[in-house]
Structure formats: C-alpha cells, structure tokens
C-alpha cells in the first residue's frame, strides 16, 4: 500500500499551549516554550487567531517573524496547511505575505489560494485610519487592506536567527540541510533514532519514502561514526601495545 504526506488539518491548539509553540520557535511572548514545535503549524495557527479572531498582537509578531525567518519556513508543507484551511481571511493573509515576500518565489503559490477581494484587516475604520496614517508597506497592492501601525514591526519582538539555530534543533537542521522534509526527518530521527519509518513520516508530515531515504542515509552515516569511533579505539590500542 503506498505510503502520501498527510493531510488531515490539526485543530486549533489551546491558547496556553498556541502561546508556548510560538515562544518555541522564536516569537517573544512571556511564557515558557515548547520544545522544538512544529514550526508550519504553528504559524498557520498564529494567522487564524489575528485574523479570525482580532488578535493583531499576535498577527504583528507573526508578521514580524515572517520577515526575519522565512528563508527558513518549509514553504512546501506551510502551502499544503494555508490551502486546506476553512477561512478566507486566513488564506487572504497568507496571499498577502506571499506578494509581500516576492523575492521568496518559494511562497508564490500561496496567492492562488486566495481570489477574493481585498479584505480590510481591522473589523471597522480600516478605510478612515488609511487615509489618515497611511497603508502599512509591506502590504500594499496585496489582498490585505493594514494602516499603518494596527501590525507594529518590532525586531524585538522575535529572537534572531543566531538565537533561534540555537534553541530548536529543526530550525538549525533547516539552517544546515535547507528548509526541506529531509531537514524534518532529521530532526525526528535525531530524537528518536528507532522509530519506525512510518511513524517517522507521519511526525515529520512527510512522504514514506522521503522518510525512508532519509532514513537510511541517517542510519548509514550514524553506523559509520560508530565503526570510526571503534576502529579508531583500536589503532590506539595497538599503538600502545608497542
């Protein structure tokens, strides 16, 4: 039977724990982080509580990290998520953040999943505070109507990237094999070397046999450093022997 990346859209995590997985990866809220969150997820969710659910303190540190951090973003997994969600305006969001990043072609398919009209962030006076600051730069001429200020771009508000290669071991596998499944599958296999491979992919959301590749290339290369490891210890033992 033939194994295919799953689809199946997590539901929306509690507040506690959405707000531990964005300290996790690197979005300055005052809470202890979860270690290593997923990080496609965790973004999608962020999107849906802005702009479902009016919390734009978030959407701005959303916003913000997306702009340090993209080149890191799975852009592939995070496509599948934003195109199976229910709500326009998140995808409308998304479509957004993909003209803005535009120089990012990974992230081009993103608009196609949004063809409404240009949605007004806040729920009232988004027409007036336009006219009276100005539209927010990043998202001009995109899907998304944003005054200026109502999305604050603090660089504070996320750790950078030589901060977060540090703390979440995804990131600096992505940092190390590029912003890929493969990257994905190292992570969980590091944490867990003798996981089968079909749990490996579903953790991973990837293919089987992505999982299985990658699989065996890790194994290989963590056998041959146990072989050197021992056969290094025993050159040393006969050196001394003479």
Not at 9 to 32: Q, S, Y
Not at 35 to 42: F, K, M, N
Not at 65 to 72: F, I, K, M, T, Y
Request: glycine share 8%.
């Amino acid at each position: 039977m033939p194994f295919s990346r799953p689809t199946a859209r997590e539901a929306m995590p509690a507040a506690d724990e959405l707000t531990a997985r964005m300290v996790g990866i690197g979005m300055n809220f005052a809470a202890k982080p979860e270690a290593c969150p997923d990080i496609e997820g965790t973004l999608l969710h962020a999107s849906a509580l802005g702009m479902d659910e009016g919390d734009f303190r978030v959407l701005a540190v959303l916003t913000t990290w997306l702009g340090v951090h993209h080149p890191r973003v799975n852009a592939d997994r995070l496509i599948r998520l934003v195109g199976s969600h229910p709500s326009g305006r998140v995808r409308a969001y998304w479509a957004a953040v993909a003209t803005w990043l535009v120089k990012d072609r990974r992230f081009a398919r993103l608009i196609s999943h949004y063809g409404g009209p240009r949605i007004d962030l806040l729920p009232t006076g988004t027409a007036f505070q336009i006219k009276r600051h100005g539209e927010d730069a990043r998202f001009v001429d995109t899907p998304l109507r944003a005054p200026v200020g109502a999305l604050r771009d603090r660089p504070a508000d996320v750790l950078r990237p030589e901060v977060l290669v540090r703390r979440h071991p995804g990131y600096r596998n992505r940092v190390l094999l590029g912003p890929s499944f493969r990257a994905d599958v190292w992570t969980v296999l590091e944490d867990a070397p003798e996981l089968p491979v079909a749990e490996v992919a579903r953790r991973a959301s990837c293919s089987f046999a992505t999982a299985w590749q990658v699989a065996q290339d890790f194994r290989l290369l963590r056998a041959a450093t146990s072989r050197g490891g021992r056969e290094g210890a025993a050159e040393g033992d006969v050196a001394n022997a003479r």
